[in-house]
């Protein structure tokens, strides 16, 4: 038997021949602290009522105001002692709770385990070396094939790189030289062209104004 099963038991749940399950014990110490509660409840509202009772007989009837005072003292002890097993009972019920989880957790990390070794029964370690050697070699071939493949094939044309390189160099300084002689030559701009327009003359009237302004200078200049 396994671990595990010597652990849970080969009878589940149950914690012993005839014994209760944690879930029904919590169940149960749940159900108490519910009823103590309720008795807590009813013996607060009695403490109440005899409180008011003795206040109201007060003086008047000392006997009466004793005997409810009396009936208060014995409601509070009461109510002590369900305070404190209340107490003890919900630090039980907390501790069976945390047992039962810790419980739940080992059976399923248990079957967890099973699973695990049923998954690795059928597998050998050394076939498992095998299979990832084989693996790589196949990933080494398919490298090699694809290097091949890019490979550039010229189909039987080889060329020498020398003199590729000596050609396209000659190429470059010739369009370098032919780029300076346009640089440097000379520059021609073509002239305007002449107008074949002819020019309007002076107005007639404009030149016989002139005219006497000139014998008017003349005239003017001989008196001088």
């Not at 739940?104 to 095998?130: Q, T």
């Not at 091949?148 to 189909?155: E, L, M, N, W």
């Not at 396209?168 to 010739?174: N, T, V, W």
């Amino acid at each position: 038997m396994s671990v595990f099963g010597k652990l849970f038991g080969a009878g589940g749940g149950k914690a012993g021949k005839g014994g209760p399950t944690p879930q029904e014990a919590i169940q149960r110490l749940r159900d108490t602290e519910e009823m103590l509660s309720k008795k807590q409840e009813f013996l607060e509202k009695k403490i109440e009522q005899e409180l008011t009772a003795a206040k109201k007989h007060g003086t008047k009837n000392k006997r009466a105001a004793l005997q409810a005072l009396k009936r208060k003292k014995r409601y509070e002890k009461q109510l002590a002692q369900i305070d404190g097993t209340l107490s003890t009972i919900e630090f039980q019920r907390e501790a069976l709770e945390n047992a039962n989880t810790n419980t739940e957790v080992l059976k399923n990390m248990g079957y967890a385990a099973k699973a695990m070794k049923a998954a690795h029964d059928n597998m050998d370690i050394d076939k498992v070396d095998e299979l990832m050697q084989d693996i790589a070699d196949q990933q080494e071939l398919a490298e090699e094939i694809s290097t091949a493949i890019s490979k550039p094939v010229g189909f039987g044309e080889e060329f020498d790189e020398d003199e590729l390189m000596a050609e396209l160099e000659e190429l470059e300084q010739e369009e370098l030289d032919k780029n300076l002689l346009e640089i440097s030559g000379p520059e021609t701009v073509p002239l305007p062209s002449v107008p074949s327009i002819s020019l309007p003359s002076k107005p007639a009237k404009k030149k016989e104004e002139e005219d006497e302004d000139m014998k008017e200078l003349e005239t003017w200049a001989g008196t001088i």
